[in-house]
Nanobody, 125 residues
Framework: VQLQASGGGLVQAGGSLRLSCAHSGRTFSSTGMAWFRQTPGKEREFVAAISWYSGSTYSAESLKGRFTISRDNAKNTVYLQMNSLRPDDTAVYYC???????????????????WGQGTLVTVSS
């Protein structure tokens, strides 16, 4: 499995970006995908996750209402729509996947066996 993340860039505060993550392998009913983000000196933090089979989505409480995860089954791609961006959203965003998705562990980095290369999002004030 390879994950290819894209869509990062420079945006002004208040703007929007949509990140994409293409999943190259086979997906299963138990597959889940997620977005995490990381800034220098900090741990990688959970942003959002989605169950591939059901399409159920989950977001970090602090980001609800601004960030939305979605998927396109036909394209094997997951998206992260980010609105009302703020300077503190600046980070490298990583997509992740695993074939044993669980709501109990979906916000844990250790729950994902596959990671994309990261895409940098910079929000200017």
């Amino acid at each position: 499995v390879q994950l290819q993340a894209s869509g990062g860039g420079l945006v002004q505060a208040g703007g929007s970006l949509r990140l994409s993550c293409a999943h190259s392998g086979r997906t299963f009913s138990s597959t889940g995908m997620a977005w995490f983000r990381q800034t220098p000196g900090k741990e990688r933090e959970f942003v959002a996750a989605i169950s591939w089979y059901s399409g159920s989505t989950y977001s970090a409480e602090s980001l609800k209402g601004r960030f939305t995860i979605s998927r396109d089954n036909a394209k094997n791609t997951v998206y992260l729509q980010m609105n009302s961006l703020r300077p503190d959203d600046t980070a490298v965003y990583y997509c992740a996947a695993d074939d044993t998705f669980s709501r109990l562990t979906m916000n844990s980095r250790a729950a994902y066996g596959y990671w994309g290369q990261g895409t940098l999002v910079t929000v200017s004030s």
